[in-house]
């Protein structure tokens, strides 16, 4: 009865007033202008610790909308920790460097070489794009993406949302995203990927699905997706086809039936408890699995799980190689860490730390162009600025990138996103080889925990990495 009484128009509670109208929700009376309530930077700082202007403003927010906070971007929580709390410890008397010039690293990333499929992916270089949506990104980013990372020797992902033409024929490699909530689902589709990815979860967002906001549902969306446009589409968490281990292994099985063997099939899972669900997920029949960390970008998802929900990266990479070592799959079932990876050196420790590969998002979206300071007045627009924008999730993106309106989408030339795309993944390359090569590495697998020192208490225990100068772990 409650719950009939909760659901019915006729019983819900009224005021003994008349409803106040929108504009004084919104704090309007006696606003200063040019400082809107629910804006960190119309408040100043105080005393207070708690009470910051974040935290004030994010209370004025939620007393205005009646529900939580929607954006794109990646995490703002200050307190996690970072690659920048490690710092390599290269050969000096103990080890010999390489030659940083005439002596080779290789780079040669084979993923995928379980044995179970014939063709494992092979790259040339130990990063590649991250599974991020055509809807979430337009299609000239998405082509952008595949031209780049082909020209390299790396690959791209779909996402959720079906396989785009344009980055079909832009990308030598390209793994297909299925995702729960089956958007874009094609056995023929499945049949053109070089390899698949199953996805149970993303590090800006782990427990909960995907989310494309209605203004970025355009027609061609809708059809990819078979739903209808303009309306916000959230999918759902759990993979009807399975809901435990053993359902999965029967999954994967006939994802290698459908694929006739051929290509590689992935887990992507938000880091939450690494150490046991990288072990299951190996233990079903994965080829790849990919550990999203805290860090790890969306095109739009509830600040507080962007915030406040997963662990980070740095803490992610460890617990899943020993989840492999412990149950014999290191050497068959291949690692990749992802979020908030910047540069080669935060790749290059990725590697140290145990990954095979990362996978970048938000990196290769700055590469072509997000954040530039250019088209100041589109930022203006919603409020922001040039290297603070975060807005992915409205669709008005000012550089064409994450966007379905063709005048903004026209802004993202793709001959010139590949070509920068193309280059940071060239220089991040460079990056790992020379930190490789100075600890005394031929290739970049080599690197290990043991190259690496920790700067702080809490980078060591997050890591098991040795504490600089003192030469071993800080535990509890």
């Known amino acids: 009865m409650a719950n009939d009484m909760n659901n019915s128009d006729e019983e819900r509670y009224s005021y003994p007033f008349e409803m106040p109208s929108e504009e004084a929700v919104a704090f309007s009376d006696g606003a200063i202008d ?65 030659e940083g010039y005439r002596e080779k ?67 030598e490699r390209l793994v297909y995203q299925m995702s729960p909530a089956r958007y874009g689902l094609d056995l023929d589709h499945l049949r053109r990927a070089d390899g698949l990815e199953l996805v149970v979860g993303q590090g800006a967002k782990p427990g909960t699905g995907g989310l494309l906001l209605g203004m970025k549902v355009s027609e061609r969306v809708s059809k990819m997706r078979t739903l209808p446009p303009g309306v916000d589409q959230r999918s759902t968490i759990r993979h009807p086809d399975f809901l435990g281990a053993d359902d999965l292994a029967v999954k994967i099985e006939e994802l290698r039936i459908a694929t006739n063997y051929k290509v590689p099939i992935s887990i992507k899972m938000g880091a939450t408890r690494p150490r046991y669900d990288v072990a299951i997920a190996a233990k079903a029949g994965a080829d790849i699995i990919v550990v999203d960390g805290a860090e790890g970008g969306t095109g739009a998802s ?3 799980l962007l915030n406040h929900t997963g662990i980070p990266n740095i803490s992610a990479i460890r617990a899943a190689r020993e989840a492999l070592d412990e149950c014999g799959m290191s050497g068959k079932v291949s690692l990749v860490a992802a979020g908030g990876i910047r540069s080669g050196v935060d790749a290059a420790k990725c590697l140290a730390l145990g990954a095979d590969a990362v996978m970048i998002g938000n990196a290769s979206m700055i590469a072509m162009g997000c954040n530039s300071p250019r088209y100041e007045e589109d930022y203006a627009k919603l409020g922001t600025s040039p290297g603070a924008c975060h ?81 071993r772990a800080f535990g509890w």
């Not at 990646?74 to 709390?85: A, I, M, S, Y």
């Not at 940071?424 to 020192?453: F, W």
């Open 105 to 171: 690293c290789d780079t040669t990333t084979i993923l995928g070489n379980s044995g179970n499929v014939e063709n494992p992916l092979e790259l040339k270089i130990p990063i590649y794009i991250a599974s991020m949506s055509f809807g979430a990104l337009s299609a000239s980013a998405k082509a952008a993406l595949g031209y780049g990372a082909s020209k390299v020797g790396t690959m791209t992902c779909t996402g959720e949302g079906g396989m785009l033409e344009e980055e079909r024929a832009a990308s």
């Open 34 to 98: 040019g400082r809107p309530a629910g804006v960190p930077s119309s408040y100043d700082k105080g005393g207070s610790l708690r009470w910051t202007p974040d935290a004030i403003s994010e209370v004025h927010a939620l007393a205005q909308l009646g529900r939580y906070q929607v954006r794109g971007y990646n995490c703002f929580n200050q307190r996690l920790p970072t690659f920048d709390d490690l710092t390599f410890v290269p050969a000096t008397m103990t080890r010999l460097p390489l």
């Open 302 to 304: 509830p600040e507080m």
């Open 391 to 471: 807005h992915c999730h409205t669709g008005l993106c000012p550089v064409g990138i994450a966007t379905q309106d063709p005048d903004l989408e026209a802004r993202m030339d793709v001959a010139v996103g590949a070509e920068r795309v193309a280059r940071y993944l060239t220089a991040m390359t460079m990056e790992i080889t020379a930190l490789a090569k100075a600890c005394g590495k031929s290739s970049v697998h080599n690197l290990e925990p043991e190259d690496l020192r920790a700067l702080s208490f809490e980078a060591s225990a997050f890591t098991g990495v040795k504490m600089a100068g003192i030469d």
